[in-house]
């Protein structure tokens, strides 16, 4: 009877539901004035009125847009996890490749283990590369352009709702 009991209480931890909370996905800003003045932090809130960044030192910096050159974003950390999947994808890339050209000969470990160490920093390099890319708006102090980008540039906003 003891053990039911213990049974049926791990089935009922084991299938509780699961809390999540949700990552709130931050964007480095780097965003250049009309008189070439370069502010980076991360973006805090955009509306029609202002653009509101946080600096490295966590004061917030309000910004008008017509005095805005350019906006360019990217996800923080979004250089090492492309590094990770770089190396990852070429190190099994690397060893197939390895395995495949050594077929037959008896070698075909060694070529996948040095298929693997070549293709590894290869794909670190490749990812690296490619998750370096930052979105780039092109504002020029016009505020119709500004307006013509804001639902895309809230979406990359911490605070929602301003």
Request: hydrophobic content about 40%.
């Amino acid at each position: 009877m003891k053990t039911l009991r213990l049974i049926l209480i791990l089935i009922l931890i084991c299938t509780l539901p699961e809390v999540h909370a949700q990552k709130v996905k931050r964007f480095k800003t780097w965003i250049t004035l009309l008189d070439d003045t370069k502010i980076i932090g991360t973006l805090y809130s955009a509306n029609e009125i202002e653009l509101l960044i946080m600096t490295e030192d966590l004061t917030q910096l309000n910004i008008d847009p017509k005095t805005i050159e350019t906006i360019k974003l990217r996800r923080e950390k979004n250089v090492g996890k492309g590094a990770w999947i770089g190396a990852l994808s070429g190190l099994a890339a690397g060893a197939i490749a390895g395995y495949v050209s050594e077929s037959g000969s008896g070698w075909e470990d060694v070529g996948a283990v040095g298929g693997g160490i070549l293709g590894a920093p290869i794909g670190s390099l490749l990812g690296m590369g490619v998750s370096s890319i930052k979105e780039k708006y092109i504002i020029n102090g016009n505020e119709d352009m500004y307006h013509s980008f804001l639902p895309k540039l809230q979406q990359y906003t911490l605070h929602k709702n301003i």
